[in-house]
């Protein structure tokens, strides 16, 4: 589940940087790929509402002003993910490192 | 009667607030020669006559006091009539029998206005207006109360402190500020009456003013351009307008969004002209820390004090005294949005806290300075930095950001005393319990940045030397603790890298301390060492200055 977590988020930045590097106004084939790929396995990870914003972003009918908000709001969300899934890396790893502790004191 | 009541409460720290230690001292001295039983003193309205001027007072509060005496203000004929009458009332209380009214009046609250229209006649619009919006900022007064009165702290743009008494409530206080209505006393009013009864403290204010709500708004204009064109599509133009928003956003008392704004810029300029290092990813997390700020500004009342969103100038830094500093290391270093510096490092060893001396500059804007000639030069409270170097240091006086940055301002002033020992700084290495509790700290402080490296001093021992990794563009190594925890030990690319890893892997005996910045990257806890300490002192990894 992490691997798969870990791996979507990565996928996230990557497609997040290609909209960004080119503009949001005419999004490379190669990059709605990406997009559509990445929105499927949202919708497997339970991540609905971050799915369907992405596809509103590929949208002909979305306004720049719209998809400027929908870029935004996926970034702020992507990094917030990416920051929560490092502090449960570092509480994960704080336990090792408190285990570790109390097994050296035992020995 | 409340006139009696107020000249009852009043206390010398309330006299010292309204008037000044030296006024207060020579109105005990007039009083020694005065008969206040003798004066007029009726239940609105009291006189005297000293030194052949009158003084007089028709009511409750400092300003309804009067003498005829030419000085402006207060003066010490009417320290000495405020404390002549107090005397006469405590001891007429004394011989009464069985007073029971201050007690009952102990309990009174009257700092607790639930009329709004109460609280706009006794505190003033203007004065609640700017309470309101402190308090959407977070500001806070620190409430202390007794048997007789309040007495609250009010920390913002300096220190102010308000005492209010119980027996007479508003028109009896005195703020440090001098004002008779201020916005500290509506602070405290506000902030007491909605604790008590929320629905009846229903106004909310917007935290930012107008040129901030401009700034940002044009702020938000930029942004919508730069992901509509996209990085590779920005011109010259766009670079130069960010450029242009970053010190405005400065200017407009938003100095974090400003540094913020900056090093986006930087790194789109960086891109916009394919330098090497630069990355779209690097450009996207500055944008995503940057917008984070934003949208955290844009809430009311705020998710955290304005302080910590918007950033403290260093003139508005906080005063300190008799601040302890344990000088452990200076590095010079450059960033990747193209700001070169120097940072002094101190350890605070009743708190294990660090505080830091910095300066910077832009490389593009000051093509001429340079860090290690700046460390070599500056000074710090008119000491070469370089002599502070491993050395016990006093602040004291100075001013501090709520970071630990030190502003070494004019007026600061440092004491230098002996060399530190090794096994005094030894004692503050840092457990990893300890590191990860920092770290935590930082993350929680710090809510919207997205890379907390907290300062860590460790006893460590390199296992591995550091080697260059050619796809990282950076040298790493690994090292041990003393617990026995592996250090992902990585140094930056940087013109003294290769020396720093060379220093690092030389065999110590004894313990070695490393001092740089802790972080977890992916599981791996990581240091940026800058500084490595053992029985030889301290050998600066990034820095030539010595």
Redesign the interface.
Same mark, same amino acid.
């Given at each position: 589940m992490n691997q798969a977590l870990d791996h979507w988020l990565d996928s996230w930045?990557e497609w997040?940087?290609? %909209? %960004?590097?080119?503009?949001?106004?005419s999004p490379s084939q190669a990059t709605r790929a990406h997009i559509q790929a990445w929105c499927a396995d949202a919708a497997l990870l339970g991540f609905a509402v971050q799915s369907e914003q992405a596809e509103r972003l590929l949208q002909g009918a979305t306004s720049?002003?719209q998809?400027?908000q929908l870029?935004?709001d996926l970034?702020?969300e992507?990094?917030?993910l990416v920051?929560l899934n490092?502090?449960n890396?570092?509480l994960?790893?704080?336990e090792t490192?408190?285990t /570790? /502790?109390i097994q050296?004191q035992s020995e | 009667m409340s006139l009696q009541l107020w000249l009852s409460a009043i206390t010398d720290e309330t006299l010292e607030a309204w008037a000044n230690k030296g006024l207060l001292r020579r109105g005990y001295k007039l009083l020694d020669g005065q008969t206040p039983a003798q004066w007029l003193l009726q239940d609105e309205h009291a006189q005297a006559q000293m030194d052949g001027f009158e003084q007089q007072v028709g009511g409750v509060g400092f300003e309804r006091l009067r003498c005829s005496c030419p000085a402006l203000g207060s003066c010490h004929h009417l320290l000495a009539f405020v404390l002549g009458l107090r005397a006469r009332l405590a001891s007429q209380l004394a011989q009464a029998a069985g007073s029971a009214a201050p007690s009952a009046l102990a309990l009174a609250e009257p700092w607790l206005i639930a009329d709004a229209q109460r609280r706009k006649e006794l505190l003033g619009q203007p004065a609640l207006t700017k309470a309101q919006r402190w308090q959407a900022q977070g500001i806070t007064a620190e409430c202390n109360l007794d048997a007789q009165r309040l007495v609250a702290r009010i920390d913002v743009s300096g220190e102010f402190t308000l005492s209010i008494p119980r027996a007479v409530g508003l028109a009896g206080s005195v703020c440090s500020c001098g004002e008779h209505r201020c916005a500290h006393r509506a602070l405290v009013v506000l902030q007491l009456t909605r604790q008590a009864t929320p629905e009846v403290v229903a106004e909310q204010a917007e935290a930012l003013n107008d040129s901030q709500h401009q700034a940002l708004q044009t702020l938000d204009q930029w942004l919508l351009e730069l992901t509509t064109l996209g990085m590779a599509g920005a011109s010259a133009m766009l670079v130069a307008r960010g450029d242009a928003l970053a010190t405005t956003l400065q200017q407009a008392d938003l100095p974090l969004p400003g540094r913020l704004l900056a090093r986006l810029v930087r790194a789109l300029d960086d891109e916009r002209l394919s330098l090497v290092g630069s990355t779209v990813r690097q450009a996207r997390l500055q944008l995503a820390q940057l917008l984070a700020f934003r949208r955290a500004l844009a809430r009311t009342p705020l998710p955290q004090p304005l302080p910590e969103l918007a950033g403290v100038h260093r003139k508005r830094y906080q005063p300190v005294s008799q601040l302890e500093l344990l000088c452990v290391g200076a590095e010079c270093w450059t960033t990747a949005s193209g700001f070169a510096g120097y940072s002094l490092y101190f350890l605070n060893p009743s708190s294990g806290g660090f505080y830091t001396f910095s300066q910077s500059r832009s490389q593009a804007l000051n093509p001429g300075w340079q860090a290690t000639q700046a460390f070599a030069e500056d000074l710090f409270c008119g000491r070469p930095l370089r002599h502070l170097l491993g050395k016990r240091c006093q602040l004291l006086k100075g001013w501090v950001s709520s970071e630990g940055r030190l502003s070494g301002r004019e007026g600061s002033q440092l004491q230098v005393g002996e060399a530190v020992t090794m096994e005094e700084l030894g004692a503050y290495a840092q457990s990893p319990a300890s590191r990860m509790q920092v770290f935590a700290e930082h993350r929680r402080r710090w809510l919207y940045r997205n890379d907390p490296q907290p300062l860590a001093l460790i006893a460590a021992h390199v296992v591995t030397a550091p080697q260059f990794e050619r796809f990282g563009q950076r040298w790493q190594g690994e090292a041990m603790d003393d617990t026995g925890q592996p250090l992902r030990i990585v140094l930056p690319a940087h013109p003294l890298t290769a020396k720093a890893a060379l220093c690092l892997s030389q065999p110590r005996h004894g313990v070695t301390l490393l001092l740089g910045r802790w972080t977890v990257e992916g599981d791996c806890p990581t240091l940026y060492p800058v500084v490595v300490i053992d029985n030889n002192g301290q050998q600066l990894l990034f820095c030539e200055a010595r």
């Open positions: 930045g997040l940087d290609s %909209l %960004l590097a080119t503009g949001l106004g720049a002003v998809r400027h870029f935004l970034l702020l992507q990094d917030m920051r490092a502090a890396r570092l994960a790893s704080g490192v408190e /570790a /502790a050296n | -």
